[in-house]
């Protein structure tokens, strides 16, 4: 039984460039949630996407923006990359929008440089 | 608004002493309450959790967490540890919002190291 893959596992990009990150959720889940971990920091939360629509958003710039399509995958796109992006963004799924049964996934580590 | 601090960035034990993480919660409501650990370069994995049944909360690898309101406090703990255990920890708190979940609000994290 696949758990939550993300791909890709690391990225280098420069300041400015724009970057596409993405998630397959776990099989029998339709939630993806996006997070976002800093070094030596706790995870936050960047959105959350059901139904193939934003359901919920954090504290993130517009820079930040998803989509999830018809078979529940996400992707988390990043537009004029800052240096402060660099970190571990990391991919949860569950089932029905619902957050105590989320399966993570390894995480992109992402470097601006 | 919802926190969490976690008390220690860096926690160190002997092998097969007992380990205890603390986590103190601010939330209006009553909360969900979760710990996660995270192996180096590896995702979050769910230890337990606590969504408002028995506050004695028992989860894998013989970790326990006891939800206390008056103290606001959901301290994660195992009475002997493997160096298997080594690891960051991570305790997080949610509420319920209309049908769903609201997003997890994760505390900075505690290092646990484990010494021979």
């Known amino acids: 039984d696949a758990g939550v893959t993300q791909s890709p596992t690391h990225l280098i990009k420069t300041r400015g460039q724009q970057v596409t990150l993405r998630c397959s959720p776990k099989s029998g889940h339709d939630t993806v949630s996006w997070y976002q971990q800093a070094l030596g920091q706790g995870p936050q939360f960047i959105f959350q996407y059901y139904e193939e629509e934003e359901r919920q958003r954090g504290n993130f710039p517009d820079r930040f923006s998803g989509h999830q399509f018809p078979n529940y995958s996400s992707e988390l796109n990043v537009n004029a990359l800052w240096l402060g992006d660099s970190a571990l963004y990391l991919c949860?799924?569950?089932?029905?929008?619902?957050?105590?049964?989320?399966?993570f996934g390894s995480g992109t580590r992402l470097t601006v440089v | 608004a919802q926190s969490v601090t976690q008390l220690g960035s860096h926690v160190s034990v002997s092998e097969g002493a007992l380990v205890l993480l603390r986590c103190n919660y601010s939330?209006?409501?009553?909360?969900?309450l979760f710990w996660y650990v995270q192996y180096p370069n590896q995702g979050l994995q769910l230890l337990l959790k606590y969504t408002s049944a028995a506050t004695l909360v028992k989860g894998i690898n013989g970790f326990e967490a006891e939800f206390k309101k008056s103290e606001t406090s959901f301290h994660l703990t195992k009475p002997s540890a493997h160096m298997s255990d080594a690891a960051e920890y991570f305790c997080?708190?949610?509420?319920?919002?209309?049908?769903?979940?609201?997003?997890?609000?994760f505390g900075k994290g505690t290092k646990l190291s484990v010494k021979p």
């Open positions: 997080a708190v949610s509420t319920p919002r209309g049908g769903s979940q609201g997003n997890l609000i």
């Open positions: 949860a799924s569950s089932w029905r929008a619902q957050n105590y049964g989320y399966t």
């Open positions: 939330s209006s409501v009553p909360p969900y």
